[in-house]
């Protein structure tokens, strides 16, 4: 009798346990504080989920295979605390119930196409316009809103792909797309993207993530510091398309050439036109990189953490967004409301409306000749004085 009752009291809390586990990954929670089961659902008859990754240090981020969005990234602070630098919902009926950039891989073109519509082999093409007159990010049927396959094959890498078909948006030809997502020793996380297409088409890819690395996402950014490798800018119309100038930074409230609070290069000139129609910065900036990933492209720090981000990549300019239409109706993360300049985006892509813009680099993609594009976020702490720098 004594072997069945110990074999019964095993069998009991064997069935406990796996109940606990089943339980625990039901309702597994993240180091952000986000519960993986509220990312599950079905869209259009693709499954989403919440993918986690991390690195030796203890850095973690999260990413929802719809639109490819960075939903959470903890790093350390100067304490050694970890906090959540960016921007975003704890529940995926946040993102799919009103159209944002909140994280998200944007595709096929990132930024703004002056009326949807541009001429590629003597032919017209016209997309669907989302903004104005304009499109912006793929319009309504861009990246951000497709549910991407997920493959995460390590706790440090997430591959994401997705089959763009023909039209998609109004964009000709039909586009596969992979997107890696790698985190490493040195809190790195690197972004690489791969596409191809059928016919010709164009294509500019970036990530939108929103940051604060206050890790306090009711703080403003403007005591943030901000260093952009750049000694050009592109001014934009009333109607936020590029003009086709490149104009330069010097003296002007875009020079971030050495490290200057995003407030204070505002303030050199708050009555500058440019930044009246943007209501702040939201302007591309042409990077003194020479395209390479192993030189330092743009450098925020914040005072208030510690926490210190550094981007490399190889692409040819970088949008800097101050957050200027963040306006408080949208509730993020710990009921946060998100507010005006709030965050900062730091996108590096082509610039925008280059499809119209025959002097810019091209983003033109041929048949048989792959997209390829790397961006590299770093993180550090500490208020060094870092001008252009390589890896």
Known sequence: ????????????????????????????????????????????GDST????LTNA?????????????????????????????????DHIDEYTSKPSSFGATVGRYANRINKGRFVLGGDTVQLAVNSGDHTIHGGSEGWQYQVFEANQPTDSTLVL???????????????????????????????HYKAQT????????TNHSFFNLSGD?????????LYVNADRYAPIDSTLITTGELLPVERSPFDFREPITIGDGLARDSLHAQLKIAEGIDHNFVLDTDRSASVLAARLYSPQSGIALEIYTSEPGIQV??????????????????????????????????????????????????????????FTLGDRQHGPGQM
């Open 49 to 52: 989920g919440l993918y986690v």
């Open 217 to 225: 996402h009711n703080n403003l950014v403007l005591e943030d510091v």
């Open 321 to 378: 967004y101050t957050g200027n239409m963040l306006d408080g109706t949208r509730v993020g993360k710990k009921g946060i409301a998100y507010q005006k300049q709030s965050a900062v985006c730091l996108e590096p892509q082509h610039f925008p409306d280059s499809p119209n813009k025959a002097q810019w680099p091209s983003t033109v993609l041929e048949p048989g000749i792959p997209f390829s594009s790397t961006s590299v976020y770093r």
């Open 161 to 191: 792909s997705y089959l763009s078909p023909a039209g998609e948006g109004g964009f000709p030809g039909e586009v596969s797309v992979s997107v890696s997502f790698a985190v490493n020793r040195s809190n790195e996380l690197v972004i």
């Open 198 to 205: 059928t016919e010709r088409t164009v294509i500019n890819m």
């Open 57 to 89: 240090n203890g850095m973690e981020v999260c990413i929802t295979n719809y639109g490819g969005r960075i939903v959470s990234w903890m790093v350390p602070d100067a304490e050694g605390d970890f906090r959540d630098v960016v921007l975003g919902f």
């Open 1 to 44: 009798m004594k072997v069945q009752t110990d074999s019964f009291i095993f069998g009991l809390l064997c069935i406990a346990i796996l109940s606990g586990c089943g339980q625990g990954n039901a309702e597994h929670t993240t180091k952000s504080g986000l519960n993986i089961r509220d990312f599950q659902t079905v869209i259009n």
